[in-house]
């Protein structure tokens, strides 16, 4: 998979001026609203806390109000990781394709996301239609205002579509292309009747070889998950397809989930402020002259900044670049660096405020507030397993020319990296103590980055924050579209009757409990390095935690062991574009990385068996 950071309106690729100009203008139009949302939402939420907690006089349409916003904010944010090329993709397949074969899979592909979005513009528009004459409960006005979001989102993405498939493509492929998926869409729409008798064989069809096929061909997930479940329902059910839309703002509605942004914009703040830095330079003071003492760094600087930024890229790229340079100096091998770089951020997966566990609160109704207590000692224990790989490695490290920080430089870095420290801190006793809900502490996270970022380390640049906000709406668009397309086919797939099939299966794994828990690991193993931790979390999250329960394990403990088992495949190579993330980082080339990395994903994978047998690293503090 891969996220890049194109922006469609100035590519090279465009026919002509006016191309341009409808880019251009599709660009302002979505980034400027998804931008002041995100600032409407920091401010209705922080606001909504604070009268809450300090002035005791609750408003009761602030949480109404988010929730309208965020869909919006959601769509928008789609489209915006659309022009970009920034929505997450398989690219490990056609990525050594030469590039005449490379440009007709794209082509193809497009025309893919297209057809999915011309399936869903009706529908959302039947949605929209039911719901306009329905009364919101606080703020009564028309529910149409949240349906619009999807019929607006769904046009605009598929305008984005077409622009992007005429500007890449010359009009050979687009035509043959075209006409190929015009061509496949006739055939299943006149075997309908041949494929509504199948019965749960469809399932195979669409779910399986189409999911597999649209994934492998670099179709970006959410509409590969959007485009099987629309192809299943309209071909094989009679089902109204207008319970696509409905069902996509279901999933991406739960005011949770509005922690995504917050946490993602957070953790741009973190970077920006100085605050990360000062964190990773009071560990290097204090324990940075000893042999292995960078990557005892390294690891500590990840499990302190880790989840508050919602991305991992994000994570990695605030620590490496300030580490990796001396590192080197002291002898340490490229591959061995990325490999530990990479089992870090598979490490802290289960670290809060992790997006992940935010999402697996949000899909199967675990409480946020026993995750983040039962995350932080899982991420302890790969810790230790890594710290052990990193001690063997660097035994014979040459100190000769390290020199160790006196005590008055320790004390000083220390005082310098108490308000950066301290708000990690803030955020987990936040939640756990009761204080805030994940979302609200988000805004209080902010608020506090932005003074200490203003006042203390005197380091705030104004004109990096629309770039912030811009960024922070697509990386948050990509994940909750995902989210919505991957609620919808696990809806699709529970109404099929695969979901008590699935019951029955795991049910009878032999082992028990820990046959189930290990056979669970292992597929999230795999699922991890192919769909990335989110959408499969969201897609089997539902229908795997009612089945934990009936064999009796702690939903946190399952809850632990599937994100560290989707951690460790996000970042083990060769599927993993964890790893891929690592290495552009580290400025390493995968090649060169690969061989070196397994000690580190074995640490991992010891970690994960240690979590998986053991409950009590996982739910010991509840």
Request: aromatic share 8%; proline share 5%.
């Amino acid at each position: 998979m891969e996220h890049t950071a194109e922006t469609f309106a100035g590519a090279p690729q465009e026919p002509g001026a006016a191309l341009a100009v409808w880019g251009r203008a599709m660009r302002w139009a979505v980034e400027i609203p998804a931008a002041l949302i995100v600032l409407a939402e920091i401010a209705i939420l922080g606001g909504g806390a604070f009268a809450r907690y300090v002035l005791h006089a609750p408003i009761p349409w602030t949480d109404e109000l988010a929730s309208i916003l965020f869909l919006w904010l959601a769509m928008l944010g789609a489209i915006i990781a659309l022009q970009r090329s920034a929505h997450m993709q398989l690219t490990t397949f056609i990525k050594d394709l030469a590039p005449g074969r490379r440009a007709w899979l794209d082509a193809f592909g497009m025309w893919l996301v297209v057809a999915f979005l011309l399936m869903l513009v009706w529908p959302a528009y039947e949605h929209l239609s039911e719901h306009i004459e329905v009364s919101s409960p606080t703020l009564e006005i028309s529910e149409g205002y949240r349906s619009a979001a999807v019929l607006a989102g769904a046009l605009l993405m598929l305008a984005t579509a077409v622009i992007r498939l005429v500007a890449q493509a010359d009009c050979k492929r687009v035509l043959v292309s075209g006409v190929a998926v015009g061509v496949i869409g006739a055939i299943l729409w006149a075997l309908s009747p041949v494929l509504a008798e199948l019965g749960n064989i469809n399932l195979v069809i669409f779910f399986l070889l189409v999911l597999v096929v649209c994934v492998a061909i670099g179709v970006p997930i959410a509409f590969a998950f959007g485009l099987a479940t629309m192809c299943y329902l309209a071909f094989t059910t009679t089902t109204p397809l207008s319970i696509v839309p409905n069902r996509m703002q279901e999933g991406m509605s739960h005011l949770i989930l509005l922690a995504v942004p917050l946490f993602v914009f957070l953790g741009a703040l973190i970077e920006m402020t100085g605050l990360a830095r000062a964190m990773i330079s009071f560990l290097a003071n204090l324990i940075g002259h000893v042999r292995g003492g960078l990557q005892y760094v390294l690891l500590g600087a990840m499990y302190i900044v880790s989840g508050i930024s919602g991305a991992k890229a994000a994570d990695m790229a605030a620590v490496a670049p300030a580490l990796f340079p001396e590192m080197k100096q002291r002898g340490a091998r490229d591959g061995d660096l990325i490999g530990l770089l990479s089992a870090s951020g598979a490490m802290s997966e289960t670290i809060p405020p992790s997006i992940v566990l935010i999402t697996v609160g949000s899909v199967t109704g675990v409480s946020i507030t026993s995750l983040f207590i039962g995350g932080l000692m899982p991420a302890a224990v790969g810790l230790v397993m890594m710290a052990c790989v990193g001690w063997f490695q660097t035994r014979k490290e040459d100190m000769s020319t390290v020199v160790r920080p006196t005590r008055a430089v320790i004390v000083k870095s220390l005082l310098v990296a108490l308000p950066a420290l301290a708000l990690p801190v803030i955020i987990r006793t936040a939640v756990v103590e009761g204080v805030a809900t994940a979302t609200e502490v988000s805004t209080i996270g902010i608020f506090y980055a932005v003074l200490a970022g203003i006042f203390v380390y005197r380091r705030f640049h104004w004109r990096s924050i629309y770039p912030m906000l811009v960024d922070t709406a697509a990386l948050s668009g990509a994940i909750l579209l995902i989210v919505g397309c991957a609620t919808t086919m696990a809806w699709a797939l529970t109404q099929s009757g695969f979901a008590g099939d699935l019951v029955k299966i795991m049910s009878a794994v032999p082992g028990g409990k820990t046959g189930f828990l290990l056979v669970s690991a292992l597929a999230f193993v795999l699922l991890g390095s192919l769909l990335e931790g989110i959408p499969a979390i969201v897609l089997f999250g539902p229908l795997l935690f009612p089945i934990a329960k009936i064999v009796g394990v702690h939903e946190v403990h399952y809850a632990m062991v599937v994100i560290f088992a989707m951690g460790l495949g996000l970042f083990a190579p060769p599927f993993g574009v964890g790893f891929y993330a690592a290495c552009a980082i580290g400025r390493v080339s995968p090649d060169v990385a690969m061989p070196r990395v397994w000690p580190h994903m074995a640490a991992l994978l010891v970690a994960l068996l240690l979590l998986t047998l053991v409950p009590w690293f996982s739910i010991g503090f509840l």
